[in-house]
């Protein structure tokens, strides 16, 4: 990533609004941000293919879910933060491998810390799964609150958007994806 080139815009847009750049508070703010847009962003420069390099031969065949796996994106139209949880659940196939469970969380994050809208996080989350293990199926749900629609714009705080992805077996049979999404949404308390 090109800091330098980052640490310019940030100078500009402070400029553009009208601030002073060169005021105590804001010296090291180009800086700052970006070192931070190179940790939300670090998804840009990491294949997320590596997290599947340790696979386990299982025999499990029943359904695998992580659900409320907390995640932090950008919106790619107005670069500010949605946020929520994501749940990750697949099928393995009977002669298919299984992945750490943390390697869910790890998927989610690499596709997250990019600029994003939530629709393509949720298939690029389901599509990797799919070509990485080559599960019987898979179902992605996301469930956002997205911060260009509260703190701006049409301000309405507290609305929750929530996109899915559904592959293979799970797309097919009713019955299956009706326990994923019982699993998922089951009341937590
Ligand atoms: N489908 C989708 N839309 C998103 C996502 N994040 C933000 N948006 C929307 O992207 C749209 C961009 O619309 P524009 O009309 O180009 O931009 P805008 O004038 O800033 O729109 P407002 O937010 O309505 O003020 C807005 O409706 C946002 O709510 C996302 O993840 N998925
Ligand atoms: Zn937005």
Do not use: W
């Not at 659940?89 to 690499?110: E, F, H, M, Q, T």
């Amino acid at each position: 990533m090109d800091r330098a080139k980052i640490e310019a815009g940030v100078r500009l847009i402070l400029e553009g609004v009208g601030e002073d750049p060169d005021r105590e508070g804001l010296l090291k703010t180009p800086e700052r941000v970006a070192k931070m847009y190179e940790e939300v962003f670090a998804g840009l420069v990491e294949d997320p293919a590596e997290h599947f390099e340790t696979t386990f031969d299982e025999h499990h065949e029943e359904m695998v879910l992580v659900r409320d796996i907390p995640f932090y994106s950008m919106c790619e139209h107005h670069l500010v933060p949605f946020f929520g949880v994501a749940h990750v659940a697949y099928v393995p196939a009977a002669d298919g491998r299984i992945c750490g469970l943390s390697k869910l969380a790890r998927l989610v994050d690499a596709f997250a810390k990019r600029p994003q809208v939530q629709e393509r996080l949720t298939s690029q989350i389901a599509d990797t799964l799919m070509e990485q293990l080559h599960p019987r199926g898979v179902i992605v749900v996301l469930e956002a609150e997205h911060l260009c629609m509260s703190m701006r714009g049409v301000k309405k705080p507290g609305t929750r958007t929530t996109t899915s992805a559904v592959r293979g077996a799970l797309e097919r049979n009713q019955t299956t994806r009706a326990e994923a999404l019982s699993l998922i949404f089951a009341r937590r308390d």
